[in-house]
């Protein structure tokens, strides 16, 4: 193909690497998963919202402990060399790390139910987990984490002050000219995932707080994930943006 954007020939190579690095036996899986669930750019998940119990107390605790964070690599988000765009409270830090850290092991102490509540996401292991809380608006970009393709970048809104949904996402094929659809998050949104192969996110900022947690480097028990998924899309189909494009649309492979 001979007019591929960097992007294109970008998403291709981290995809590559990711798919490859799995076993035969797990690649087909993956393969087989995503041919089921790939066309789902974004789900909100069938589980009781992963939010403290007591939000006051949360708060509370948040702002006097984030930190605003710069970002310290460049990656396909672009943006390094910035301003500050989060404040931030991580549980954990990598050498590799692409944010400073501010990290604190203090969450799962203060509230433990955050624990309990994710053990219902089908994760082997456990995730990890930075809360986030963006004091200026968020360019559209897609995240260095996963591209598998179906929704498996995951959040949790833990709260919100504005007071209509700020974030949203766009499908973003590889094709020149194609037209760019934005849609906002359900406003109610709670706990969900996106597709990070297939859709750019982004927010705006109003002067309002809202905080994300996010969860990061989760490794996916699949069976469990496809009853999650199924459930989900039952129960929650009208908030679901689904894609028509063949995945060929985003990667080579
Ligand atoms: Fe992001």
């Known amino acids: 193909m001979s007019s591929m954007t960097p992007l294109f020939s970008e998403l291709t190579l981290k995809r590559s690497r990711q798919f490859y690095s799995l076993n035969e036996q797990a690649r087909r899986n993956m393969a087989e998963f995503e041919r089921e669930y790939g066309k789902y ?34 990656d396909i988000a672009g943006g390094y060399g910035g301003e500050p765009i989060f404040a931030s409270v991580d549980t954990y830090t990598t050498k590799n790390s692409i944010w400073e850290s501010n990290v604190n092991t203090q969450l799962f102490h203060l509230f433990p139910e955050l624990l309990q509540k994710l053990n219902q996401l089908p994760f082997y292991g456990f995730p990890l987990v930075r809360i986030w809380s963006s004091i200026r608006q968020v360019f559209p970009h897609r995240d260095e984490g996963s591209f598998f393709d179906f929704p498996n970048s995951f959040r949790s809104m833990l709260f919100d002050d504005n007071p209509s949904q700020t974030l949203f996402l766009f499908e973003d094929p590889a094709i020149p000219n194609c037209p760019r659809e934005i849609r906002f998050l359900p406003s109610n949104a709670k706990t969900f995932a996106w597709n990070n192969l297939r859709v750019q996110h982004a927010s705006f900022y ?13 490794e996916l028990d699949l069976n469990r994930y496809a009853n999650l998924l199924d459930r989900s899309i039952a129960k929650n189909g009208d908030s679901l943006f689904s894609s028509a494009k063949p995945i060929s649309a985003f990667s080579k492979i």
């Open 41 to 74: 750019l974004f789900v909100e998940l069938d589980v009781e919202p992963i939010v403290p119990d007591d939000i006051a107390k949360f708060r509370e605790w948040f702002d006097s402990t984030a930190v605003a964070v710069k970002k310290i690599k460049n």
């Open 206 to 218: 109003r002067g309002f707080q809202k905080c994300l947690l996010i969860l990061d480097n989760v």
